[in-house]
């Protein structure tokens, strides 16, 4: 999905709103990290899409690398980063590959690990997850921080919420409309769309559909295999505000953690 997705995936993304947004809870976290270490934490922004939050960072003097599975997101990072003007290292490497794409950097080991956008439920299966855990772990400093952003499932579950958002975006006379849906599956997989319309000025709408598997995690299975991993120090929130987490009616589970010692 990703791979065919990752052109328009800047385009889909609303980066200015978001990070405006974001960015203050994710500074506040590392600042803490900061003042406790007396340096600039290292940074890990896994899953990082385009690397727009790992960009963002950098500009404000954070040492920082990014990685994800997918070799156009990397890619149109690595466009991203100079176009910004700022320096950072993105490799293309998924869940369970971090430390070893990593273990030789500068960075190595990282003060704090990002895992934005809804990511982890990518893996399919408990093993993959735990194996995933196992390997943020690995990339970390005893005491390091782990931030986790994703949708609150115990919600999207209970109320079997199918559609999102849709989003739109406009390049001179050139027009974008996302469209996302949840097919459930019985074997408790989901599987998530991407309807992409696309128009030039009057011309007739081209339609593109994208797809991949989900495995929703609800916040008891996930702050229990980060604690099977060796975190220690959970504390769940419902947005990147840091307001109280109600499994009802959040929108996002975000959860932070440091490896223990």
Sequence with gaps: MYETFSRNYDRFVNWPSRLAYEMPFIEQGLQKLAEEQQRDPQVLDTACGTGQHAIALAKQGYPIAGADLSAGMIEGARENAIQAGVNVTFK????GELEA?????????????????????????????NAALRDFAACLRPGGMLLVQNRNFDAVLARRER?????????????????????????????????TLHRMADADWQQEVSSTYLRPLCREELTAALQKAGFTGLSCYGDMTGSQFDPETSGNLILTARRGE
Excluded at 92 to 95: E, I, L, Q
Excluded at 109 to 124: T, V
Excluded at 180 to 188: Q, S
Aim: aromatic fraction near 18%; charged fraction near 20%; glycine fraction near 8%.
């Design 92 to 95: 293309a490497a998924g869940f």
């Design 163 to 195: 559609w999102m958002e849709p989003q739109s975006y406009r390049e001179g006379n050139a027009e974008w409309i996302f469209l996302r849906f949840y097919d459930y599956h019985p074997d408790g997989l989901i599987q998530f769309n991407v309807i």
């Design 101 to 129: 794409a990593y273990s030789g950097s500068d960075l190595f080991p990282f003060d704090a690990l990002l895992c934005l956008g809804n990511s982890l439920p990518h893996l399919l299966s408990e093993e993959d997850l």
